[in-house]
């Protein structure tokens, strides 16, 4: 029988506003900001009747930004969707984090749905550093009254800050460009995160390759095929977001919408090639993860040999002289040979003599 629990949207009707995530149901924060070439000013809330109020005293002259850091209040996503008439399905999309990464146009607004990418040092020491590739999902709203939303499920590593800091000086384009200019900035800072991730990702696989490499022990240690897997995996992940990335970058570029200026277009392109960059560095990086998966079962696979050989070499020195043992060992009256005086130093010498030669012979093979 299914557990609905592991498919929370199971059963349930089109447009239907119901968060699939985890996240804790902390106080919602609301940040506002809005700005022009004279003017900025930010504003934090707690509840959006107290924002909409402020929101109504601005108009379209004034780039507006609302950033919604918290998508688990519900009730919140929909009294948003009735003040700017987004679609109900637009707002399923917003509160279900597995989205693919797209772009749609509607009557009043545009939607762009991605995901953000950053390394978290989860290790305790520097001698055993390890990284977890940590996700959200973002979504952003522009509408045609120079207003953008933005919603964020989590605020571990805010992509969004560089932006805001450039926001502070007056002199900066994006004090002097319209909300569709905004939305470029939000997708650039994003993607940036994106070649830092790539640059951590190309990081560990050369230290794991020093490893296998550094490693004197009989066999290698399954904690380093155990990050390599978790790497191959935190690449997968990046490639299944970032290929459709691309593919909404491109819709945006070709979208017709009056929204959009030509200008902000402009710099789109310079994010679309970013992408393919990154999608360039993310199939290189999985070729070297596969590549050092091969290489860390053939360097195991060359010890273990090593090792074999070793051992093989060892028996077959001591097979000839186990021979001689066994014939004297057996228990005959009639062996001359066990009543001569030299007898046991002779069968000694003759054993000496012969791992000698063998030792000889597989050094000249250069078996050993």
């Known amino acids: 029988m299914t557990n609905n629990s592991e498919y929370p949207k199971l059963g349930l009707s089109p447009g239907t506003i119901k968060y699939t995530g985890s996240s804790p149901k902390e106080r ?19 509840d959006w009747s107290e924002l909409e109020k402020e929101l109504i005293k601005y108009n379209d002259d004034f780039t507006k930004w609302i950033n919604v850091d918290g998508i688990n209040h519900v009730k919140l996503i929909e009294r948003i969707g009735e003040k700017f008439d ?27 749905i991605f995901r953000a990418f950053y390394y978290q040092d989860t290790s305790s020491s520097d001698k055993n550093k390890m990284f977890s590739l940590l996700s959200e999902q973002l979504s952003i709203i522009l509408t045609r009254n120079n207003t953008l939303i933005s919603f964020q499920e989590n605020i571990l590593i805010d992509p969004f800050e560089v932006v805001r800091k450039r926001l502070n000086n007056e002199k900066s384009k994006l004090r002097h460009s319209k909300a569709d200019y905004l939305m470029y900035a939000l997708l650039d800072a994003t993607v940036d995160y994106y070649f830092l991730c790539i640059e951590k990702i190309s990081d560990k696989i050369e230290e794991l390759e020093t490893e296998i ?19 191959k995996k935190d690449i997968v992940n990046m490639r299944k977001a970032v290929w459709p990335m691309r593919d909404m970058i491109n819709s945006i570029l070709h979208s017709d919408d009056t929204i959009l200026s030509n200008s902000t277009k402009f710099y789109l392109r310079d994010v679309y090639d970013h992408v393919v960059r ?25 010890k273990m040999n090593e090792v074999m050989k070793f051992l093989t070499i060892i028996s077959t020195i001591f097979i000839p002289v186990t021979f001689i043992a066994g014939i004297y060992g057996m228990n005959f009256d ?5 009543r001569h005086p030299y007898g046991y130093f002779m069968t000694l010498t003759l054993m000496v003599v012969i791992i000698i030669s063998l030792l000889f012979y597989f050094r000249k093979r250069k078996w050993l």
């Open 334 to 338: 009639n062996m001359p040979e066990l």
């Open 28 to 46: 919602v924060k609301l940040t506002l900001i809005i700005y022009n070439e004279n003017f900025f000013e930010t504003k934090i809330y707690h």
């Open 278 to 302: 990154i999608i360039d560095s993310i199939e290189t990086q999985r070729d070297l993860v596969s590549g050092l998966i091969d290489f860390y079962l053939s360097m195991n696979s060359n």
């Open 86 to 112: 987004i679609h109900p399905l637009t707002l399923e999309d917003i509160v279900h984090i597995e989205q693919r990464p797209k772009f749609e146009e509607f009557d009043y607004y545009l939607l762009s």
């Open 213 to 231: 490499i550094k490693d004197k022990s009989v066999t290698l240690s399954s904690k380093n095929l155990f990050k390599i897997y978790r790497l």
